[in-house]
């Protein structure tokens, strides 16, 4: 599976193909497995943060695709932020603060995955969310 991924992305990097965002976006549907266990977790660490006092921050990342009005997971973002909201995360969606950006100059070539500008970028909106809180001293 991983050599499939990278080669699926390395053929949307050379324009070959159109990333599908169908096949994450049915992980997040009700009655999926993956739903479903993703919840069991997160109401896991729900009730772990509260018998113990702790705040937890639930904090969505966007897939660098499309990151502009047309961005195809919003619906999964907004499902991902209500249910933390509703066990009681703070929660903290970065898509606003990606939007706008061009998504390959803040991934790993050939991976996807976040590059240090754009961890620095997450950093910073972590750091004010939290402030903003009051989840940090000053």
């Known amino acids: 599976?991983?050599?499939?991924?990278?080669y699926n992305k390395f053929k949307a990097m050379l324009g070959l193909v159109e990333d599908n965002?169908?096949?994450i976006i049915d992980r997040y549907k009700d009655g999926s497995?993956?739903?479903g266990g993703s919840k069991?977790?997160?109401?896991?660490?729900a009730s772990l943060s509260r018998q113990n006092g702790i705040p937890a921050?639930?904090?969505?990342w966007p897939m660098h695709i499309k990151l502009s009005d047309d961005y195809p997971f919003k619906g999964v973002h907004n499902k991902i932020i209500t249910t933390g909201n509703s066990l009681g995360f703070y929660t903290l969606d970065l898509f606003p603060v990606?939007?706008?950006k061009d998504s390959q100059?803040?991934?790993?070539?050939l991976d996807?995955?976040?590059?240090?500008?754009?961890h620095e970028i997450t950093a910073r909106a972590i750091f004010e969310y939290l402030i903003k809180e009051r989840l940090a001293p000053l």
């Open 57 to 60: 921050l639930l904090m969505v």
């Open 21 to 23: 965002p169908n096949g």
């Open 1 to 6: 599976l991983f050599f499939m991924d990278r």
């Open 40 to 45: 069991w977790a997160l109401k896991q660490i």
């Open 33 to 35: 497995r993956e739903w």
């Open 105 to 109: 100059s803040l991934s790993v070539p």
């Open 112 to 118: 996807g995955h976040p590059n240090a500008p754009a």
């Open 98 to 100: 990606f939007k706008g």
